[in-house]
């Protein structure tokens, strides 16, 4: 059965103005787990959650970054699996040379996590597939060829679809390889800077996205909200009914 998460960058101004309700508010939807972003840089996670009855089981960090600082975060939270969120440096995928540099130090962080027995992986966008290909490749596909195979994949289908891809064809390429989604809804078209809407209401084709994904975590974002909670809400029913 799949995991129902949210990420919690979805609500990051309602986290600011009122942090207990907020995750209070996170609870009462019925999650099975919370995905919390810049899991070194907040303190008060472990103890927020824990309060709200709420558990982390995958998160967001900067891994090539702090990869100490995150590895700890991680084991206190006790999440199973950590995503880089974005490439390091933010044209990585530009170049073979410059994405190579970014996976070799990815990759060199798959020991000393798998020791504490936390799983790390990758989190996209849509310029990872928009770029121009790399040894006949898109950069995304050439990036995984390069990851040590014990580098999960969280594949944001949202931005997958905005980068021209079809996320089922990334489910035929990779398969288990993918054991998180990122499901979020809106007119697909229009870049960055677009407002995220609930779920079923925008232009992506979820049913097949999650009928295709049984055993993988389905984690709701909003990029953007016109009103992050009460749309939050309504599409973890979505995900719910659709279970």
């Known amino acids: 059965m799949p995991t129902i998460s949210i990420q919690l960058y979805t609500l990051r101004e309602a986290l600011e103005t009122d942090r207990d309700g907020t995750l209070a508010a996170v ?31 995958s998160a ?36 073979a040379e410059s994405l190579k540099t970014f996976t070799d130090a990815l990759n060199a962080q798959v020991d000393a996590f798998a020791a504490e027995g936390i799983s790390i992986g990758y989190h996209n966008h849509d310029w990872e597939f928009l770029g121009a290909t790399i040894d006949g490749q898109t950069p995304y596909d ?16 949202y931005w997958a679809a905005a980068g021209g891809v079809d996320p089922l064809s990334l489910f035929e390429k990779y398969g288990d390889r993918i054991t998180h989604l990122h499901v979020k809804d809106g007119p697909v078209e229009g870049g960055h800077g677009v407002t995220n809407v609930v779920l079923g209401t925008g232009a992506m084709d979820i049913p097949p ?29 979505y995900l719910k009914e659709k279970k």
Request: charged share 20%; net charge negative; glycine share 6%.
């Open 209 to 237: 996205i999650l009928a295709a994904s049984p055993n993988r975590a389905w984690v709701l974002e909003f990029d953007a909200a016109a009103d992050a909670v009460p749309e939050s809400a309504a599409s973890i029913d």
């Open 27 to 57: 609870a009462a939807m019925g999650v099975d787990e919370v995905e919390p972003f810049g899991i070194e840089n907040f303190d008060w996670l472990p103890e927020a959650l824990a309060a709200a009855g709420l558990q982390a089981g």
């Open 142 to 157: 050439y990036f995984v060829s390069l990851l040590d195979p014990r580098v999960v994949l969280e594949l944001d289908t």
């Open 60 to 95: 967001h960090a900067g891994i090539v970054q702090n990869p100490e600082k995150v590895l700890a975060a991680a084991k206190t939270l006790g999440v199973t699996t950590v995503f880089q969120p974005s490439p390091m440096p933010r044209d990585a995928f530009e170049s």
